[in-house]
């Protein structure tokens, strides 16, 4: 596809999308619990689907074609500009988590603990824009957060108002994170334009990370920012306690964002691997990531409740998550027997017992690898092995794998498209209404998966054949 051709069709498709949010967005008067069916019978229901469809398919289709062959930093920055202006003044798109925002900022501004109780409890004056799952639940994000929102509520006062802030504040973390990928690109010996392109062209920060206001785009933002600092500048504590504090600010926002930081210790080395070293060059990093978080805590006067906040993505339940699948898999199977089993708590406690293994097992590899590469690694296992998987999540992994390595990242890519036709303009979730068959092919792709990992771990330890002796 010529490079203009593809500029100007991904605008088409962004502006589509844009159309698609005013015709039937995410809009405050939107009604919950819709239906895809509901959305096809719905006002210009038809009109609408066609526009999300073909809008995604465009853009997700000039990203693909494109993912390994951008001109140059100045051709990529300017295309994904261009796509994101019809979206900077669209309505919320394909989620509805700003009005949650929202509700919990007033809680807070009102002086109540958004940890300690859910948003009905105030009662928000938008309460009736929260979907009904996330009213009485507590917040799950970070402290650092809970002051930014509380911050937008108290400035402002509306709810419009808010979402303007909100989607500033998502669009200054996509530009913090056009700023830094190049940074960490270079130092890691990649392409920075391919870098951006890969995280930054996706139809996922357009949609989500912009149109939806999410606040992953500032986390992510932070992460990688703090990532670029400590790669820059092992070896010195100065820079090495600036990149912890970024990281820190970024776990502020999402406290996943924490899952980098021993990645980011080892990377902050001046010299081969050793204790004293770690001691010495990452204890600054990992100094400066925990006391930023104890800190904000402290600042917004909160207390540490926002640990077992996290706790609430259990609630929902679909088959993108792989643990979530097999244990919906499982109690279908059951069922055929006449059994009726809730096996959920099983498998989801068995990936996170699996997560946990596998982060201590790639920090062991990364003391004498690539730690980088390994800390993209690592946040991919917890997006898949997480009780619950939303398709912005995987922008975290996607921002660190496309600035570390020149490894083909084919599949990261593809989890990328495909994950972006699995919301709904009006933020409906497909994955409600497709458990049957989406939850018993998610869980014969873990199996599948599972025994390529085995057979390659076993290849891998076999001998080298040792030649025959020549005569």
């Given at each position: 596809m010529p490079l203009p051709l593809a500029r100007w069709t991904g605008l088409a498709g962004s502006t589509m999308l844009a159309v698609a949010a005013f015709l039937g967005g995410a809009l405050p008067s939107s009604p919950h619990g819709n239906t895809p069916v509901g959305i096809w019978q719905g006002p210009n229901g038809p009109l609408l689907v066609a526009l999300w469809v073909v809008g995604l398919g465009l853009m997700a289709a000039v990203w693909w074609t494109l993912r390994d062959r951008?001109?140059?930093?100045?051709?990529?920055?300017?295309?994904?500009?261009?796509?994101?202006?019809?979206?900077?003044?669209?309505?919320?798109?394909?989620?509805?988590?700003?009005?949650?925002?929202?509700?919990?900022?007033?809680?807070?501004?009102?002086?109540?603990?958004?940890?300690?109780?859910?948003?009905?409890?105030?009662?928000?004056?938008?309460?009736?824009?929260?979907?009904?799952?996330?009213?009485?639940?507590?917040?799950?994000?970070?402290?650092?957060?809970?002051?930014?929102?509380?911050?937008?509520v108290a400035a402002t006062d509306s709810l419009v108002g808010s979402i303007v802030l909100f989607r500033l504040l998502a669009v200054a973390g996509v530009a913090l994170l056009a700023a830094v990928l190049p940074v960490l690109a270079r130092r890691c010996g990649v392409a920075p334009e391919r870098a951006l392109w890969l995280t930054l062209g996706s139809p996922l920060v357009g949609v989500h990370l912009v149109a939806g206001a999410h606040n992953d785009a500032l986390m992510v933002g932070l992460l990688v920012a703090g990532l670029a600092v400590v790669a820059?500048?092992?070896?010195?504590?100065?820079?090495?306690?600036?990149?912890?504090?970024?990281?820190?600010?970024?776990?502020?926002?999402?406290?996943?964002?924490?899952?980098?930081?021993?990645?980011?210790?080892?990377?902050?080395?001046?010299?081969?691997?050793?204790?004293?070293?770690?001691?010495?060059?990452?204890?600054?990093?990992?100094?400066?990531?925990?006391?930023?978080?104890?800190?904000?805590?402290?600042?917004?006067?909160?207390?540490?409740?926002?640990?077992?906040?996290?706790?609430?993505?259990?609630?929902?339940?679909?088959?993108?998550?792989?643990?979530?699948?097999?244990?919906?898999?499982?109690?279908?199977?059951?069922?055929?027997?006449?059994?009726?089993?809730?096996?959920?708590?099983?498998?989801?406690?068995?990936?996170?017992?699996?997560?946990?293994?596998?982060?201590?097992?790639?920090?062991?590899?990364?003391?004498?690898?690539?730690?980088?590469?390994?800390?993209?690694?690592?946040?991919?296992?917890?997006?898949?092995?997480?009780?619950?998987?939303?398709?912005?999540?995987?922008?975290?992994p996607l921002a660190v794998l496309a600035a570390t390595t020149h490894r083909p990242t084919r599949w990261f890519a593809l989890v990328a498209l495909l994950s972006s036709f699995l919301v709904l303009p009006d933020g409906t979730g497909l994955p409600r209404y497709t458990k049957m068959p989406g939850a018993p092919l998610m869980t014969l792709l873990v199996i599948v998966v599972a025994v390529r990992l085995v057979r390659s771990a076993r290849a891998g330890r076999r001998p080298a054949p040792v030649d025959a002796p020549a005569d």
């Open positions: 951008v001109p140059s930093t100045r051709w990529a920055l300017v295309t994904i500009g261009l796509w994101l202006v019809p979206l900077l003044v669209a309505p919320p798109l394909a989620s509805r988590d700003v009005y949650a925002y929202a509700c919990q900022g007033a809680t807070y501004a009102a002086g109540f603990n958004p940890y300690e109780q859910g948003v009905s409890a105030l009662p928000c004056p938008w309460l009736d824009t929260v979907s009904p799952i996330w009213r009485d639940t507590p917040a799950p994000y970070g402290p650092l957060f809970a002051l930014l929102s509380g911050a937008a820059s500048h092992p070896g010195r504590p100065g820079p090495l306690l600036a990149g912890g504090v970024l990281l820190g600010l970024a776990a502020g926002i999402k406290v996943t964002a924490l899952v980098v930081v021993p990645f980011a210790a080892l990377a902050a080395l001046a010299g081969t691997y050793s204790i004293r070293r770690l001691c010495r060059d990452g204890g600054w990093v990992v100094g400066g990531a925990v006391g930023t978080v104890v800190g904000a805590t402290l600042a917004a006067g909160l207390n540490f409740g926002w640990i077992s906040g996290l706790q609430q993505g259990g609630l929902a339940i679909a088959w993108t998550s792989p643990p979530t699948a097999v244990g919906q898999t499982a109690g279908y199977v059951a069922a055929l027997f006449g059994a009726d089993i809730d096996a959920l708590p099983v498998t989801r406690t068995i990936g996170m017992l699996v997560l946990a293994v596998l982060l201590v097992w790639l920090w062991w590899r990364a003391r004498t690898r690539d730690p980088l590469w390994h800390a993209g690694l690592a946040l991919a296992a917890t997006v898949a092995l997480a009780p619950l998987f939303h398709p912005w999540y995987w922008l975290w």
